[in-house]
């Protein structure tokens, strides 16, 4: 992990502690008050030999917090309304280590869909407020876009259950109301024939994303692949291990008329998605070519735009997916090459989770030849492209198997079927 520095908000999907390797010591993340009285996130500056003095301080630091948030809520004269208690929650109490794209999602939802059809509900007090104004409020939230009813409802639960926890109300209305959850659109993707395959390998071969596209075939996130290091290939055992991930980084700046602004950072690595994406993966050993040229092609590039004075970013040595200057590869660089890979091959364009469907697919189609046992088959592939369960393998990656499955002899040709080997040692 790289050396944190001040922030002006949480960092992204972080443990509040964590250790900075390189001085080797404990930090953690805290949240004040500065002169304005505006909420701040930061890293505390001092770091702490062992993790448990970083927790202690942590634990007094939040304390700190809360006495000067219980001083400035004595000072309010007058009772909240609903619409105020909204707001005052979201900017003291929403979860300081939540994800930054999370953080900006349900500003947007408080703000643009909410609070806009709060009505006179809005003047209520919270005690006041029931679980038939919270549906009233959810039913005017409809037809803004297909999330806007479940994203009111989810945080509208999430304020609820915390003015419960606080003793703030003596009953919350959100048990009586119908749950309002998302459906996942069918998404369509694009249908490749067997020569729009090879077409896509051939043009992508003397790029300097092949590595990247080849990966993506492999079944791995882009985030994923942009927090690789060549330490996490074993050519020796034929893996790959996955542990971490490169995720975009954003601050969310919020004014006091209840607008915010966002603005895109530094991209942060951090542990994988989940438990289950953590894991090891058995790769062709044409991958590992690839990575070596990787390497070499870097170390080279390094050593001229040193020796020209240029400037090289000397904190992400190591990682496999690195762009001039020697910084990570933009979340959208991928992107844009692949829709110029396909312009040049004259093919369907393809978006780099395309290519993630097209693989969950090819898996699943060759585990099932032959094998009786398909639910087996697709618990494998579920583990092996990381997902939490098999429903989302299914819900999400198998829709299209019919479309998809000219490309397989193709894909055979021009690479080594794709295997599965758990932590314990494979399948």
């Not at 790029?207 to 080849?214: G, K, R």
């Not at 791995?220 to 991930?245: A, C, K, M, P, V």
């Not at 008329?257 to 289950?276: A, C, Q």
């Given at each position: 992990m790289m050396k944190q520095k001040k922030h002006t908000q949480p960092a992204a999907t972080q443990a509040p502690i964590f250790m900075n390797e390189e001085d080797g010591k404990w930090y953690f993340r805290e949240k004040y008050l500065n002169d304005n009285h505006e909420i701040v996130y930061r890293v505390h500056p001092e770091g702490y030999d062992q993790m448990e003095d970083a927790l202690r301080n942590s634990v007094n630091a939040l304390n700190e917090f809360t006495g000067e948030m219980k001083k400035l809520q004595e000072q309010v004269k007058k009772t909240l309304s609903f619409a105020e208690e909204l707001q005052h929650w979201y900017h003291t109490t929403f979860p300081s280590d939540s994800a930054d794209a999370y953080a900006v999602l349900m500003a947007y939802t408080l703000f643009h869909y909410l609070l806009p059809n709060l009505g006179q509900t809005g003047e209520k007090t919270l005690e006041q407020v029931t679980w038939k104004d919270v549906e009233d409020i959810i039913a005017r939230a409809n037809g803004i876009c297909v999330s806007s009813q479940p994203l009111v409802y989810k945080l509208l639960k999430s304020f609820f259950s915390h003015a419960m926890a606080l003793d703030r109300i003596r009953m919350n209305p959100m048990q009586h109301?119908?749950?309002?959850?998302?459906?996942?659109?069918?998404?369509?993707?694009?249908?490749?024939?067997?020569?729009?395959?090879?077409?896509?390998?051939?043009?992508?071969?003397?790029?300097?994303?092949?590595?990247?596209?080849?990966?993506?075939?492999?079944?791995?996130?882009?985030?994923?692949?942009?927090?690789?290091?060549?330490?996490?290939?074993?050519?020796?055992?034929?893996?790959?291990?996955?542990?971490?991930?490169?995720?975009?980084?954003?601050?969310?700046?919020?004014?006091?008329?209840?607008?915010?602004?966002?603005?895109?950072?530094?991209?942060?690595?951090?542990?994988?998605?989940?438990?289950?994406?953590?894991?090891?993966?058995?790769?062709?050993?044409?991958?590992?070519?690839?990575?070596?040229?990787?390497k070499e092609y870097l170390e080279d590039l390094k050593a001229k735009r040193l020796s020209q004075g240029r400037p090289w970013e000397m904190q992400y040595d190591g990682y496999v997916s690195i762009a001039d200057f020697g910084r990570l590869k933009d979340e959208n660089t991928v992107g844009c090459a692949l829709k110029r890979i396909c312009a040049s091959a004259g093919i369907p364009n393809v978006s780099p989770h395309d290519l993630r469907h097209i693989t969950a697919t090819l898996m699943y189609e060759y585990g099932a030849e032959g094998n009786p046992d398909k639910e087996a088959v697709l618990k494998a592939v579920s583990r092996y492209l990381g997902h939490s369960s098999t429903n989302i393998t299914i819900d999400v990656y198998m829709t299209h198997v019919e479309s998809l499955s000219k490309i397989r002899q193709v894909s055979e040709a021009h690479q080594d079927p794709f295997l599965f080997a758990s932590k314990t040692g494979g399948m």
């Open positions: 109301v119908e749950p309002c959850l998302f459906k996942r659109p069918v998404k369509e993707f694009p249908s490749y024939t067997m020569e729009d395959v090879r077409k896509l390998l051939e043009e992508a071969r003397y790029t300097v994303h092949f590595l990247e596209i080849c990966l993506l075939l492999l079944g791995l996130r882009s985030g994923e692949i942009r927090g690789l290091r060549f330490t996490d290939f074993d050519e020796n055992n034929g893996t790959l291990h996955i542990r971490r991930q490169a995720a975009r980084q954003c601050t969310l700046n919020m004014k006091p008329d209840g607008t915010f602004s966002v603005r895109n950072t530094d991209p942060k690595i951090k542990t994988t998605k989940n438990e289950t994406s953590d894991r090891i993966l058995r790769v062709p050993g044409y991958i590992f070519t690839l990575v070596k040229e990787r």
